[in-house]
């Protein structure tokens, strides 16, 4: 296999105009994430018929290969090719034609798609941890659990860090540097003082404390303004002291800064976010988890469910749980079902196999670009099918009043994720997503003289 991924990566590359063409390269859980010097170079059709590439999307000025399950073999395979090192873990000036919506995906998927693994194997342990104590299986107090809660808890405690580490090498700073500043917001002896309440001041200047463990705005913002603050600095501090005086200044400066004035600020803002996304769900839940949700879909066929990433861990952080994946996940069901449909009705080998293929991935593994690009969205109606059942799901989960504490995939697999609050709910949204996806695309969402060909 490792030769097939070589070949395609060379098609790849060639079809992006060259790695002289790329200026960044990164990737998702199923997509090669381009930013090229020349977006002219792109062959965007020749991309589109190899074998292994599912899509070609343009985001906002970003290219977007889907592959699939199969993305970080190919993503290697790249690298390899190029001769590239780390990908696009480096920042570069945006090239070519990009709107605002365009360039804050590109962002957050930059800035959070390294951190992916993190989040989804510690929500899932921090659930496991949770079942195994319901059901009196493992005690709170044990050593066992506090040793396996740490690790569940760390990476949401110390997020901070882990952005402010992202966040560098987006915004084009020393990530070495963003870890002091971000580190300085939840280090122990500051929190201390947080907790004790008692008044603090910087140059006789009253300082605001927040608790900024497992904060999100925070952290990027100041690192946004660090890299500033850098740059700034890099313009008027001699080369040959550099090394000596930048940091040290650096962290001078945007230290107090983020405590006196970032911090609150996007403090306040998070906790607007989180109130003002309850309140509009208490408006009308069902009504609003249906909307949410029927739109899902599209927001995943663009890359712009991205932008929802911060909502969500913010609404942990502020809340201690989130709502809002929890009711656009019964979508995963529903692309899964929609492409079963297309399985069952099919006597195509070739179409059979793969929908088949991405059936079992949307459902088993909560990858959904497969069944989106090669089957549902390809042929329309099922695609349409799994909107209008994902849409009643949505209402269904949003009026079970489902949460979850961490950020969790939906899959047949994660399901015991959902277990407490409106699990019954969440059950019955995810089954009738399912079920009745595939029933309809069978019944009159799909037929064999639909079939098309690369």
Known sequence: ????????????????????????????????????????????????QLKGVIQVLDVGGQIQVVIGTKVVQVYDAVLEVTGLVGGGEVAAQETG???????????????????????????????????????????????????LYAGADAIFYFLPLALGFSAAKKFGCNPYVALAVTGALIYPDMVAVYNAGTELKFLGIPVVLMSYASSVIPAIAAIWFTSLVEKGLRKVIPDVVQNIFLGMLEIMICVPAAYLVIGPITSYAGTLMASGYTFIMNINPVIAGALVAFFWPCFVIFGLHWGFIPIVLNNIATTGFDTLFVITGPNNM?????????????????????????????????VTEPAIYGINLKYKKPFYIAMVFTGIAGGIVAAAGTRVPALVGTSLLTLPAYAGVGFVGFLIACAIAYFGTAICTYLFGFNDSMIIRK
């Open 97 to 147: 034609k990009s709107n605002f919506v365009g360039k804050f995906i590109s962002l957050i998927s930059g800035l959070f798609t390294p951190l992916m693994a993190g989040f989804t194997g510690a929500g899932m342990l921090k659930v496991v941890l949770i079942l195994l104590t319901n059901f009196n299986l493992l005690d709170t107090a044990s050593g066992t659990y506090q040793i």
């Open 1 to 48: 296999m490792a030769k097939d991924y070589t070949s395609l990566a060379r098609d790849i590359v060639e079809n992006v105009g060259g790695k002289e063409n790329i200026a960044t390269l990164t990737h998702c859980v199923t997509r090669l994430r381009f930013t090229l010097k020349d977006p002219a170079k792109l062959n965007k059709s020749v991309l589109e």
């Open 334 to 366: 529903a692309q899964a079902g929609a492409a079963l449909g297309v399985f069952l009705k099919t006597k195509d080998s070739e179409l059979k196999g793969e929908a088949g293929s991405c059936a079992l991935t949307a459902i088993l593994a909560g």
